[in-house]
């Protein structure tokens, strides 16, 4: 199984802060990565899909780089909608599988 | 626009199993697509169950393959999980889930918790 590894695992941070999310996989998976926003209670909702691609409906200030084994998630600037738990997901082969989460806190 | 119910028994006995049906809506099943199932036990990540292709194809979390079927009818526009000898470990919210052209998992049910417990 190709393991994904976040971090950090939680980040505090303030209204309007740029705000990086890193995920690495365990080996190649190409840009076959999808990032998801999670709030309580609530499923997950994709974001990023394709390493780079923005959902549609997808604010804007969410973007997602990187391929092969390192990834990135970025909030240009921090609203307060975002305070939230994110996930890292490789669907380059089987099992499809997630990483551990980062949960984003209010400064 | 898609939409994912799950249903099924909220509390289910150690060493019995767990059957969860997820209804579809919007959208015909047999038309294609990959239909999966995610979990997350309470205060944790997510786990992906498996999936399965509109055409019956299966592929399934090696962790849980010997104790998971993931089936789907077309008749009534619904895919299936069955997880037998469940424990203690597998409680949790279950989510099924729909890819979209490329999009893994773009939507979501709104998930089910299931507790196994005597």
């Known amino acids: 199984d190709i393991q994904m590894t976040q971090s950090p695992s939680t980040l505090s941070a303030s209204v309007g802060d740029r705000v990086t999310i890193t995920c690495r996989a365990s080996?190649?998976?190409?840009?076959?990565l999808a990032w998801y926003q999670q709030k309580p209670g609530k499923a997950p909702n994709l974001l990023i899909y394709?390493?780079?691609s923005l959902e549609s409906g997808v604010p804007s200030r969410f973007s997602g780089s990187g391929s092969g084994t390192e990834f990135t998630l970025t909030i240009s600037s921090l609203q307060p909608d975002d305070f939230a738990t994110y996930y890292c997901?490789?669907?380059?082969?089987?099992?499809?599988?997630f990483g551990q989460g980062t949960k984003v806190e209010i400064k | 626009q898609v939409q994912l119910q799950e249903s099924g028994p909220g509390l289910v006995k150690p060493s019995e199993t767990l059957s969860l049906t997820c209804s579809v809506s919007?959208?015909?099943?047999?038309?294609?697509?990959?239909w999966g199932w995610i979990r997350q036990p309470p205060g944790k990540g997510l786990e992906w169950i498996g999936i399965?292709?509109?055409?019956?194809?299966?592929y399934y979390n090696p962790s849980l393959k010997s104790r998971v079927t993931i089936s789907i009818d077309t008749s009534k526009n619904q895919f299936s999980l069955k997880l037998s000898s469940v424990t203690a470990a597998d409680t949790a919210v279950y989510y099924c889930a729909r890819d979209g052209s490329g999009r893994p998992m773009a939507y979501w049910g709104q998930g089910a918790l299931v507790t196994v417990s005597s």
């Open positions: 997901q490789q669907y380059n082969s089987y099992p499809w599988t």
């Open positions: 394709k390493a780079s």
């Open positions: 080996q190649n998976i190409n840009s076959w």
């Open positions: 399965i292709y509109h055409s019956g194809s299966t």
């Open positions: 919007g959208y015909s099943i047999s038309s294609g697509y990959q």
